[in-house]
């Protein structure tokens, strides 16, 4: 499983609240992702991380921020959750062998709000 | 990154061997064709990558067509544990950033 946990695994919150997810990884891993799966649109990458405070947005990036302090922890942060953040979220990590690269993914996060 | 084609869903038989087929039709000469699935109620998970030779490994196999337009997932045993969605996603392998760009995948039924 690559050794990444992310938390929390559930949570309820209310619109206008910040929530905070986390990814942890134990292999010192460079590029940390995170992406949110909804109902009839697959995975969607949010923001990335290539290494410490360096990161960059993906393909649905508002109303989301990232912060990378130490290689291990990365996290996403909602600054105003709204009813249509409602998710599922993924954390991965990317491993590169052979010239190519293998995403692993932790167990997600379901995040309510309402 | 080029897009790939997969049918919705597919239903197979337990202990039957499963082809799922994918289109990429637009691939470079460097992208990579990976597979994932995805588990109910879990994260993808690798599954299997090639570039131009079939290719074998202890979850499946893949086979690529000569032209690489297009490409098979093999499960040669369908399990119910097998039952999920598959994701065929092509990768840049001159990208340094890893990312990956789902589609909608192709649902799996494995009926006993």
């Known amino acids: 499983d690559a050794g990444i946990t992310q938390s929390p695994r559930h949570k309820v919150t209310e619109t206008g609240t910040p929530v905070t997810l986390r990814c942890h990884q134990t292999?010192?891993?460079?590029?940390m992702y995170w992406y949110r799966q909804d109902p009839g649109h697959g995975l969607r990458l949010i923001h990335y991380?290539?290494?410490?405070?360096?990161?960059d947005k993906g393909e649905v990036s508002d109303g989301y921020s990232v912060s990378r302090s130490k290689t291990e922890d990365f996290l996403l942060t909602l600054e105003s959750a709204t009813s249509s953040q409602t998710s599922v979220y993924f954390c991965?990590?990317?491993?590169?062998?052979?010239?190519?690269?293998?995403?692993?993914f932790g167990p997600g996060t379901r995040l309510l709000v309402l | 990154d080029a897009k790939t084609t997969q049918p919705n869903s597919m239903e197979s038989n337990e202990e039957e061997p499963v082809h799922l087929p994918c289109n990429h039709s637009?691939?470079?000469?460097?992208?990579?064709i990976h597979w994932y699935r995805q588990l109910p109620s879990q994260g993808p998970e690798y599954v299997i990558h090639?570039?131009?030779s079939n290719v074998n490994n202890r979850m499946a196999s893949l086979a690529i067509a000569e032209d690489r337009k297009s490409s098979t997932l093999i499960l040669h045993r369908a399990t119910l544990r097998d039952a999920a969605v598959y994701y065929c996603?092509?990768?840049?392998?001159?990208?340094?950033?890893?990312?990956?760009?789902f589609g909608q995948g192709t649902t799996l039924q494995v009926k006993p």
């Open positions: 637009t691939i470079s000469g460097t992208d990579y």
């Open positions: 991965a990590i990317s491993v590169r062998t052979g010239g190519v690269e293998t995403q692993y």
């Open positions: 991380s290539y290494g410490v405070k360096d990161t």
């Open positions: 996603i092509l990768r840049d392998s001159s990208s340094n950033t890893g990312k990956l760009i």
């Open positions: 090639g570039l131009t």
């Open positions: 292999e010192n891993h460079r590029y």
